[in-house]
T-cell receptor, first 113, second 111 residues
Framework: EPEVTQTPSHQVTQMGQEVILRCVPI?????FYWYRQILGQKVEFLVS????????KSEIFDDQFSVERPDGSNFTLKIRSTKLEDSAMYFC???????????FGPGTRLTVT | QKEVEQNSGPLSVPEGAIASLNCTYS??????FFWYRQYSGKSPELIMS??SNGDKEDGRFTAQLNKASQYVSLLIRDSQPSDSATYLC???????????WGAGTKLIIKP
């Protein structure tokens, strides 16, 4: 069964460094999402991406964040200058064009020290 | 008022019994509703979606939606210890792409 994959599973970085989190959505899906979940808190929407552009973003998704689909398979989230408060699980999700169900990858645990 | 509310629990249910999980939402324009299961340290896993008023059954799971009361629930029949997890309710507004999430209900199935 097709699934969303994410790499790396765990990323440790120092404050102020740039990180890129990678996702490979399910191959025939058209909508892509990034969510984050701070430990013990609820899932928070960051951004949605469709037809090679951002379709919606939250207040969390400020100028420090960017997304890109550099080729036909990868979908990336870049944080330019990480802060301590960026430490969280980051989940990528995707869905087909004909249904609203979103399928999540296993997540990347980002630890900013 | 929170957009999507769930009782945080924990909800403790004996093995073999029915677990009932509830969720309320504030936006009457919401059209799509989802239940996800999340084990500790793992990602949300889709269990069911529901779009119309009434019940929708899938195996041991039944989702119930009442748009007039802005209420969605999930019933788990014949609960198993492997059902112990946090259950997340997610709602999609008609005008948005994103899912709005509840904080989740922690379910514990006691053997």
């Amino acid at each position: 069964e097709p699934e969303v994959t994410q790499t790396p599973s765990h990323q440790v970085t120092q404050m102020g460094q740039e990180v890129i989190l990678r996702c490979v959505p399910i191959s025939n899906h058209l909508y892509f999402y990034w969510y984050r979940q701070i430990l013990g808190q609820k899932v928070e929407f960051l951004v949605s991406f469709y037809n090679n552009e951002i379709s919606e973003k939250s207040e969390i998704f400020d100028d420090q964040f960017s997304v890109e689909r550099p080729d036909g398979s990868n979908f990336t989230l870049k944080i330019r200058s990480t802060k301590l408060e960026d430490s969280a699980m980051y989940f990528c999700a995707s869905r087909p064009g004909t249904a609203y169900e979103q399928y999540f990858g296993p997540g990347t645990r980002l630890t900013v020290t | 008022q929170k957009e999507v509310e769930q009782n945080s629990g924990p909800l403790s249910v004996p093995e073999g019994a029915i677990a009932s999980l509830n969720c309320t939402y504030s936006d009457r324009g919401s059209q799509s509703f989802f239940w996800y299961r999340q084990y500790s340290g793992k990602s949300p896993e889709l269990i069911m979606s529901i779009y119309s008023n009434g019940d929708k059954e899938d195996g041991r799971f039944t989702a119930q939606l009442n748009k007039a009361s802005q209420y969605v629930s999930l019933l788990i029949r014949d609960s198993q210890p492997s059902d112990s997890a946090t259950y997340l309710c997610a709602v999609k507004k008609d005008s948005n792409y994103q899912l709005i999430w509840g904080a989740g209900t922690k379910l514990i199935i006691k053997p």
